[in-house]
């Protein structure tokens, strides 16, 4: 009999997690695609970045890693966020799962798994790696805090490192 509960208790929260994440990205769209060619899709960011007058903004973790789907979500939802990161970034979410690691693009960017997912990587309209940024930097209680998130997007925007901008202080 005890077995019979936890076994119904394991399914309750497999598809508890299934629906929660469900609700965390709508229409069941993965938010990070493990078929995808990472560095073919980073190289094309790049491209639209500099054309753009952006940086790049890589959110690098799995549609497994809850943290990294409601980073997500807190940004789109947000509108201050939302805006911060389309004025100033180009998004690529660079998947890190069982079918697709991206090992190599991952050693390119200095092994910023190191830190844990999700995490983040800045890239300048060049491809140079500008920065990595611990998400836990960013969370505040049970989620990432809306003015750490946009203070950090705000200091790696392209006219917050800009020598121009910076004469100012």
Not at 22 to 33: A, F, G, R, T
Not at 93 to 116: I, W
Not at 118 to 143: A, C, M, W, Y
Not at 145 to 166: G, H, Q, R
Request: proline share 3%; charged share 25%; aromatic share 10%.
């Amino acid at each position: 009999m005890k077995s019979l509960k936890l076994s119904f208790l394991i399914i309750i929260l497999s598809i508890n997690s299934i629906v929660a994440q469900d609700m965390l990205i709508p229409n069941n769209k993965k938010l990070y695609d493990p078929t995808s060619d990472s560095k073919v899709e980073i190289t094309n960011a790049v491209k639209k970045a500099k054309k753009e007058g952006k940086h790049v903004f890589l959110q690098i973790g799995g549609n497994w890693c809850g943290w990294c789907l409601a980073f997500d979500k807190k940004v789109k939802s947000n509108d201050t966020l939302r805006t911060a990161m389309e004025k100033n970034f180009v998004v690529y979410h660079v998947n890190y799962s069982k079918e697709n690691k991206n090992l190599d693009v991952l050693a390119s960017l200095g092994f910023p798994q190191r830190f844990g997912f999700p995490v983040f990587v800045i890239l300048d309209g060049e491809g140079n790696r500008l920065h990595t940024q611990n998400s836990t930097d960013l969370e505040e209680g049970k989620g990432h805090s809306t003015k750490k998130t946009l203070n950090f997007f705000n200091n790696w925007s392209l006219s917050a490192i800009d020598p121009k901008e910076n004469e100012k202080w």
